[in-house]
């Protein structure tokens, strides 16, 4: 008996919302046009104003390991990819291209990444109009201090005249958020929250030390005084104390005691090895790791955490570009090109391909299939710039794998039928009698027909060679093995009689 009840329509609107203080979690001050961040470091040690987080940027550490981190990925190449495959679709791409490479997207990127640091980033978008067509003349990256957000996660602007925020216009400021657990904080939860304490661990062992450092490099001068001593006398040695450290020579009246106080406690272990613990761990935050900011224990090691550093470079620019293409990108297409697809920005963070693999792999695919990559994919693929050459230097591919098989040998009639069956013929006419060309065309048609009708379906290379893995095993060989056993058998054969006749 089949059930016959109808499961309830789908609920449309949202109903966790953060509006109206319905997350209880925020109190119902939350009820307010601007929202407070949720970031209780924030709250508890800066007030909910960015300026601490500012001056944790201020540490050496910080500033190189999180440098190092924006710069890989400044330093990767960038693709626009068209939404579609109509020619509205590539015209969309190509203007889009042609924008970016005009406004320094590079520079804008490296701006944008500080996102990745306070937790959220805003860029405002300067557009014009040039041709009847909207243009973006530069994406001004503005300071994440001045803008808060409502309940309803949209963006306000903090000014003086609206100090809880003023909405701003619809597709003019690029934003995006990171770092939270959840998608109740518009705020995001930067990397400084995580490198607040390092820091402040880092800094205080320092001052610690540099006040070690002055002890040890300088003794304290004590200056005794007998009891009694009126209080006259005893300013006269406090002075004769202060004059030590800037005179090399100084008198006392008699009596008066005046002698060194050496530092007897070493004091590197307990500092340095604190500052180096933080460096630490503040490699492992930005980066994730420590042995590409640092020095590492092994080359296998390095390797694995340059890896690792590839991971967050790709991670970084899947986050910028998502955010790209969610707004700037589908923005100006369905501004100059309505019904287009929106072209989709993609930085090229994937590990570097290697070529040498790669044309072999191709150099198989053209052998077993005589088909050959285009210029335009040679030089995409392997850059610089190719021309025809002649067709005495051009290497004619072989069509066919001529390819044995054990098990089909073993299949095959035993040598002393085949003997008797070509025994008749002589010399040259034994090998003729094979009529070697024709059955291997037919042959080779029967091999590589189903993988010329995937070539024809328009697989692509990486297809084809999945294709090619899945296909070889079921490939019947047999009769090219049994064929070619029979030629090198007649050979072999003919060779002996020959040279027994010599």
Known sequence: MSDT????PP???EIATINDGRDITR???????????QDVLLRAKGGGNLAIYEEVLRDDMVKATFEQRRLALCATEWRIEPGGAGRIDRKAADALKSTLSAVDFDGVTDKMLYGIFYGFAVGECVWNAAGGLVVLDGIKVRRQKRFGFAPDGSLRMLTSSHPLGEPVPEWKFWHFRCGADNDDEPYGLGLAHWLYWPVYFKRAGMKA????????AQPTVVGEFPVGTAEGEKGRLLNAVASVKSQSGLIIPQGMVVRLLEATRGGKADYLDLTELMNRAIARLVLTQTMTSSDGASLSQAEVHERMLQRIVQADGNLVAGSFN????????EWNFPGARPPRLVFMTDESEDLDKRANREKVITETTGLRPTRKHIEEVYGGEWEEGSASSRVTPIEVPLVTSREAQQAQTPREARFAEIAEADGQMAVDHVDLGNQLQIIAEALVTPLLERIRD??????????????????????????????VFVGETWGRIDATRG
Not at 5 to 8: E, G, N, Q, S
Not at 209 to 216: I, P, Q, R, V, Y
Not at 470 to 475: K, R
């Open 5 to 8: 009840t109808r499961p309830a």
């Open 11 to 13: 609920v449309i609107e």
């Open 27 to 37: 109190g119902y001050v939350d009820a307010l046009p601007l929202l407070p961040s």
């Open 209 to 216: 030390w540099t006040s070690f450092l002055d002890k040890f």
């Open 326 to 333: 969610r707004t700037i990108a589908r923005w100006l297409t």
């Open 458 to 487: 328009g697989v692509t290379p990486e297809e084809l060679l999945n294709a090619l893995g899945e296909m070889y095993p079921a490939m019947d060989y047999s009769r090219l093995t049994a064929l070619l056993d029979r030629v």
